[in-house]
């Protein structure tokens, strides 16, 4: 028997909400944070649209020292961290360095940062660069950073499995934990949104490039043309079952089951989900809802909807992809996806998918622009990551 | 023309501009006292060194000595460091 793991803390930075209260109080309308981007100008790119985070003003978060350190995805780690353990009600200084883990997951690093001092240094020489692009672009840099800021020298890592990598993170808590840790912060934030970062992401050839955004990122429609990126994610408190409950903190829910697979001859996504619910000690009918990957990329719409027909059935069970709203975050989505699925558990509430008009032959139930309410006991999450990577989470309330 | 000199205003406003204010004012105190304070104390790590001597540096137009970082680890001996260095320039 293998221990219980449990969430008792959640910190959301999303591009529609800010903090658990506003992001939670948007996704459940409906309402999106997709818009122009205006980070840089970007009329000469394809792609135009983004999941932007407005209003987040580092200063008023984070002290002076951290600041020429940092790259946005940082700050915005640090930020959702600190949020987790307040909402968990942990004070990191309490308790023992070595009992408690870091483990994030990152599909970028520091890129906006490293694009600033790349240019200094072709403009104008490697004595312009600043001494802290040695970590700052680094992929492990959110953890450090956690680390050293809340004085976690427990083990500690980051995955670097692009969409899937939010559900890797936190499975590797799970396995830290279980090998006697007693607390993780653990998911996943990414922010590219830096003219660099753009032209990276539009090598995929999955970025949308329509202007209105109401029709750029539509999962499972006919219209389906690709995704609008985003910024954010969100970072968990884990811990063991036993030592949450004994010293009374709130719980969201338990990490039920995980697996992750990739893809050979045939797609891995049906296997990582019924491995996961195997993990889980559980049927197909025992989900309540799933939180898709939703690439809103034709093929693997289709591998996505045909996996979930053939594991639950013709409209089998409630699908969902709240990241309509946020666009695609990378690692950050299925860590966000992680946290809205306790919300939704504990609110009974599904949030709604929005944009999108869902075709009829992908036979999913998808819960369309209007949030379903629905007692919630399972929810399983789906993550793919470029290149071939599948992911599946069942958590329970 | 003027010897150039640099003093404990100056390394202040280089720290501050590249590394940031540490927690708990340690720049703020009494001059004498500052000067003689560990970096690490006053909350300044290895790499915010890095990172003042590479300013220092593009600044003052000179070279410090890789040992500088290492060695100079108060106020008062960076200072003198950097010192020596602008009365005896690479020619």
Redesign the interface.
Known sequence: MTASVVVTGLGITAPNGLGTKDYWSATRVGKSGIGPLTRFDAAPYPAKLAGEIDGFTAEEHL???????TDQVTRLSLVAADWALADAGVRPADLPAFDMGVITASSAGGFEFSQHELKSLWSKGG??V???Q?FAWFYAVNTGQISIRNGMKGPSGVVVTDQAGGLDAVAQARRQIRKGTSLVVAGAVDALLCSWGWVGLHTSGRLSTADDPGRAYLPFDERAAGHVPGEGGALLILEAADAARARGARVYGEIAGYAATFDGREPGLRKAIELALTDADLAPSDVDVVFADAAAEPELDRIEAETLVEVFGHRGVPVTAPKTMTGRLYAGAAALDLATAFLAMGEGLIPPTVHTDPADHYGLDLVGTEARPAELRTALVLARGHGGFNSAMVVRS | MSQPTFTLDDLKRIL?E??????GGGLDGDAQDVLDTEFSDI?YDS??L??TA?RI??EYGIDLDESVIGDATTPRAFIDAVGDHLVAPAA
């Open positions: 002290p002076s020292r951290l600041l020429p350190q004595e312009y600043s001494a802290y040695s | 501050l590249g590394s940031g204010a540490p927690e909350g790499l915010a890095l990172e590479s540096e593009r």
